[in-house]
C-alpha cells in the first residue's frame, strides 16, 4: 500500500476486513505506514535486519518502538 494515498491505503484496509469478517482466517499485510498499521491491526510485528524487533498487540505498540524500528544503522 506504500503506493497508495492515505484515504485509499484506509479503504483497502476496509475492503480486506470485509472479504474476511465472516471467515475464520488471518490476514497478513506488510506495511510501512506504521501509523495505518497501528490503527488498524489487532497485531504489529517490526522486522529489522531480518529479525524480529517486537511482536505486540497493536494497542502497546508504542512511537519509541516505531522510532526505534526506522532508525538506521542502529
Aim: aromatic share 4%.
Amino acid at each position: 500500500m506504500s503506493s497508495l494515498d492515505p484515504a485509499r491505503a484506509e479503504e483497502v484496509m476496509d475492503l480486506l476486513g470485509e472479504v474476511l469478517v465472516d471467515r475464520d482466517r488471518t490476514l497478513l499485510v506488510s506495511l510501512h505506514d506504521f501509523g495505518l498499521a497501528r490503527r488498524r491491526c489487532d497485531r504489529v510485528v517490526g522486522v529489522k535486519e531480518d529479525r524480529v524487533a517486537f511482536d505486540l498487540p497493536a494497542a502497546d505498540v508504542t512511537d519509541e518502538l516505531g522510532i526505534d524500528l526506522y532508525r538506521i544503522g542502529v
